[in-house]
């Protein structure tokens, strides 16, 4: 939950987006300009929308790749993503 809510947070991409985050969309990850592609069939308009990656994404993010799986944020199912957290969301707010 807690890197759910900072990829949110330092990303500034909707819910969803970071739940479904692929390894496959980080590029650059050990270069100077890291970026996270989301793929054009996840916006109304048909474009990949390329996120820069600030620095504290990117150290979570090398932490996070000795993991290994399909998604960042794994769900407790195999090829699953982490489930949207709403009790968890609600205690937070």
Same mark, same amino acid.
């Given at each position: 939950?807690? @890197?759910?809510? !900072? @990829?949110? !947070? @330092?990303?500034?991409?909707? *819910?969803?987006? &970071?739940?479904?985050?692929?390894? %496959? ?9 890291p970026v996270w592609r989301i793929p054009a069939a996840e916006f109304k308009n048909g474009r990949v929308h390329v996120v820069p990656l600030v620095p504290s994404v990117v150290w979570?993010?090398? =932490? %996070?790749?000795?993991? /290994? /799986? =399909?998604? &960042? @944020? +794994? /769900? %407790? =199912? +195999? /090829?699953?993503?982490?489930? =949207? +957290?709403? %009790? *968890?969301?609600?205690? !937070? !707010?």
């Amino acid at each position: 939950f807690q @890197l759910f809510v !900072l @990829l949110s !947070l @330092l990303t500034g991409q909707r *819910r969803g987006n &970071v739940l479904a985050m692929r390894w %496959r969309d980080i590029h650059g990850i050990d270069t100077d300009a890291p970026v996270w592609r989301i793929p054009a069939a996840e916006f109304k308009n048909g474009r990949v929308h390329v996120v820069p990656l600030v620095p504290s994404v990117v150290w979570f993010l090398r =932490e %996070r790749r000795r993991e /290994g /799986g =399909e998604y &960042v @944020l +794994p /769900g %407790r =199912e +195999p /090829g699953q993503h982490y489930a =949207e +957290p709403k %009790r *968890r969301w609600i205690a !937070l !707010l």
